[in-house]
Structure formats: structure tokens, C-alpha cells
């Protein structure tokens, strides 16, 4: 059975930092490609990143690009979320989320198998 499991939340006030974790377990890790998605109250839940099986292509909404980046240890079965100058607007709850695919280069913004429970981040002003 596949678990993923996201820490690293918090509260935090606007132009601060926090780090994401997910572990996953109960299949090889270096087969996922990850993603992290966030869901804020009222809304649906929206891509925020992506990284391939191989860590070499990354892909970002446009809403955090130059302000996140999006990491995997395969050795750790990690894949990690660095949130820099945070805005309450990224207030949220933040999922990652894997599927297993061949490519070592395949991302995706939609297409997963595998979720986590989420992790609450509020950014406030």
C-alpha cells in the first residue's frame, strides 16, 4: 500500500521561508514522478509543481515561479517544497502527490495516482 506523507507546515508571516516534506512509502520511489499541489479555502485545488522520476525536468505555476523550488532524494524517498517570500495568498493546504510512469523525464500537472492527507501553511500579512 502506497503511503505519502507531507510535514514541514506552519504559520508563518509574509516574505518567510518554510520547507515541505514527503516521504513515501510501499513502492520504489525513483518510478514517481512528484507533484505538489495546495487546495485555500473556497477554491479548487491548483498545481503548484512538479519533478520528474530523474529530478531533471521541473515545472512551476506561474504564481510561484522564482519563489518555490521543488526537490526529490531518491536515497530518502523524499521529495521536498522550499517556499521562499511567502504571501498570505499562498495560504493553503499543500498536498504532494506521485505516479508511477517510465519516462525519466515525464511531469505532470493533473495526472496522479497517489496523494498525501496535506499540510496546513498560512502566511499572514
Known amino acids: 500500500q502506497v503511503h505519502l506523507v507531507e510535514s514541514g507546515g506552519g504559520l508563518v508571516q509574509a516574505g518567510g521561508s518554510l520547507r515541505l516534506s514527503c516521504v513515501a512509502s510501499g513502492l520504489t520511489f525513483s518510478s514517481l514522478t512528484m507533484g505538489w499541489h495546495r487546495q485555500a479555502p473556497g477554491k479548487e485545488r491548483e498545481f503548484v509543481a512538479a519533478?520528474?522520476?530523474?529530478?531533471?525536468?521541473?515545472d512551476y505555476a506561474d504564481s510561484v515561479k522564482g519563489r518555490f523550488a521543488i526537490s526529490k532524494e531518491n536515497a530518502k524517498n523524499t521529495v521536498y517544497l522550499q517556499m521562499n517570500s511567502l504571501k498570505p495568498e499562498d495560504t493553503a493546504v499543500y498536498y504532494c502527490a506521485g505516479r508511477g510512469v517510465i519516462s525519466t523525464y515525464y511531469t505532470s500537472r493533473s495526472e496522479y495516482d497517489y496523494w498525501g492527507q496535506g499540510t496546513q501553511v498560512t502566511v499572514s500579512s
Open positions: 519533478i520528474s522520476r530523474s529530478g531533471s525536468v521541473i
